[in-house]
């Protein structure tokens, strides 16, 4: 049930299994942070790990870490952990590069020789039709652009590759992977699934589903550290034939040979490109361990809660959703909309609820359920409607316009 | 003149302009360190922002240090901070990828509708080909392994694109870069520079050489750190033309416009992809501050005599130099052949000295001025040439296999 008092907030943060978790993080205390869905907070392991590695391993260890520490191995290491979040087999997600690089690997293999042509939603994440466009100009395979609305009575023989969010980074919008799979393999069209707003808060399992293909950034619910390096997830049987054009030392199947030609890994390493950036690849991992044993099904379940509550809230206050409503399944944001919203996130920051705002009018507000209680996401609902009834959006320092990020 | 003794070492020390930069680093006392070729060592400064981005930036300023701590700008502001090493202008200089991945945006840039072959020595840097190799799998762009003794004289019409080491990896051998670029404008080939041995120990002027396309790592002379973000260089002129393929949202014009197509930013910007990785981002950073204001000639000129004194006290050991002599210019490292080149390296590593081994039979040794001084590398050939005269290598314990990086 929803909330609808401080106090029934309160007592759903008393009884909530996940509470326990907020003390593996460190946020600070003036702050309710409703953008883990853009950068997640650091989980204090992970601010350790940065430590150790620059301290015990680069500086004491130098080149030697690289065997002794495990820095050669952590792109596997760190896949693995990934891999139980979405329902891959251990040997089936590896970390590389970022969302970006990985789909132009994806799109590029399973584009090649095929007939029709790559496709991707008007409305999907920017970057993913940019890589797109760029591949397609490179190739010339031809590239189609679907409806916002189209589902999945779209594919068809005209198409060989979708490229798919698998929860709307705007809406939070969760695409029925399964049933776009069905309808994939009806139509010969390979998916490839952008899990970067999905990974760490939706309860997914992509083997169960029929997918293959897949690719996520590590920084929103996984909590990786800014910029953290993305993963690609690759089916067992196609990781073993598929070809990435990308192909660095480091997917080669024996990279310290030398070889003169390149011969891939046998399996999902073979997209790994060039050397990894380790630092950013230690904190990673050391976050992922707040993972370990997790529910990921009660993650998903308490984002949800917390979603509809702040909606609950927010629309007495004349701010329109266009995420789905509390009948639907969504994944860990909420989006309203606000012909002043820009004034209005920064008047929300200027009194510590830290959301982020997206052009031209979209609030846009996440629950990571780690680290955010009830009572909290009650309060940031409070300030919210203070700032609104009172029209302290209005004040110039809130709406003077600087780059956002 | 190559010192003879051990004293005529420390007075070479007494007097050398670039001894104070050993205070920047904090090397294990117990370690000569001849392998910062490979792996460099943390600046004291690095180590120090690894902490301050993990506590001030991630932790307590969250995602507002993409704009607060300018992260946003680091790919350039850090780019601009190279430019100087290896005579580019500020602005032709972004932090970018992986080695790998940015040899592949720059040949299918400088290939696509080229008429000739994409080239590339057959001794060159292994992913350097195995990136050209998946290039040409997916465009079918015609790729030409040339003969690793090949001058620019075989540099023809039947060639577009050549990518080619300004430093080799193994021999430190130092390409003529003006002369390869005047051989290459006479033929309409463009030349995309390797820089990763180079820069940082080597007096480059690209711009006066004539050379427009470059990439290098950071985490070799540089000391970025372990996998650090690799670089791009691209004459100004050039980088308002040229279009990459792996056109990710961060080399957009207007990144968080998030409109629907691909529009490049106006120059080298373009080459920036997905997210950076900013732990080992802002590490290369401070690192790159060691060379704020450096005499880049003085670093060249002291690693050529480190590594000449290295070489002198090799000849009379057996060991076999496949590095230019002292009479020619040389990269920072030096490599020597012995059958049982493996094991020696083991033993070195047990006795303090960390170099590297190569197949077959290759050690190598790196000599990076900013943190070796004379004596240092005179005492590690003394260990050198005690460790081969009483075969301590043959030692059971020296000469087990195992993974090397």
Redesign the interface.
Known sequence: MTPVSASEADALDDKDPLARYKTLF???DW?I?L?GN??G??PKA??AR??ST??AE???G??????DAG??DLPKTCGAKIARLIGGREDEVIIA?????NI?KLA?ALS?NAPGAIAYH?DEF??D???L???S???GAPLM?LAPDADHGALGSEISVLVKSAVHYKTAAVADIAAWEQAAAQNHVEIIWDLSHATGVLDIDMRAAGARYGVG?G?KYLNG??????FVYVGRQAAATL????????G?AAP???????APAPGVERFA?????????S?RDAALDVFADIDIAAIEAKAKMLGDLFLARCAPLGLESISPPPSERRGGHVSVRFDHGYAVIQAL?AHGV?G?F??PDIMRFGFSPLFLGYRDVWNAASILADILETQKWREAKYSAR????
């Open positions: 460190d946020l600070p702050i942070y953008d853009s950068l907070p650091p992970a601010l940065i430590q620059g301290e680069w500086r004491s130098l080149v030697k870490s690289w065997n820095w050669i590069d970022s969302v970006s690089v132009f590029a090649a008007a920017p970057t039709g940019y890589i466009q760029g591949l100009n490179l190739t652009r950034c920084y550290g800014p910029g953290a390096p993305a070809n990435q054009p990308l192909s660095g030392w480091m080669h310290f040979e030398f070889a003169p030609d390149y490109s060039g050397t990894p950036p380790i630092l950013s690849l904190a920051i830290i982020d997206r052009q600087r780059k956002v990020t």
